[in-house]
């Protein structure tokens, strides 16, 4: 399948190509740090929350709308989670500058890696 026909795919790079600033999050520790927990929580009305279909329960995503969603895909283990492991919040590379739930979940979740 080509991936450029895919709608929500395309939605999504153009979401994401649209985006006016990335923010970057620093994880080391030290002065100006930011950690899931001091960044503000992904709000479920954020353009790009909604557009990836974005939940705080991955049990609450529109299964009708994301076939290919099934219910052990967490921001938890997924690729694109950053910070500490067992937080219940934490930044994520998709939505800079916010924090995801860890049971949380949207559709540019991608397994991850180990």
């Known amino acids: 399948m080509d991936n450029t026909s895919n709608p929500n795919r395309r939605k999504?790079?153009?979401?994401?190509a649209g985006s006016a600033t990335i923010v970057p999050v620093v994880l080391a520790g030290g002065t100006g740090s930011a950690f899931g927990q001091d960044l503000p929580k992904l709000a479920a009305d954020d353009p790009t929350a909604v557009a990836l279909g974005y939940v705080e329960d991955t049990a609450n995503?529109?299964?009708?709308?994301?076939?290919?969603?099934?219910p052990d895909q967490k921001c938890e283990n997924c690729q694109l989670i950053l910070g500490a492991d067992g937080a219940d919040w934490r930044p994520c590379s998709i939505f800079p500058g916010k924090s995801v739930a860890k049971d949380g979940w949207c559709s540019a979740w991608v397994k991850k890696a180990g």
């Open 61 to 70: 995503a529109d299964k009708a709308k994301f076939p290919n969603h099934s």
């Open 12 to 16: 999504f790079l153009k979401t994401v």
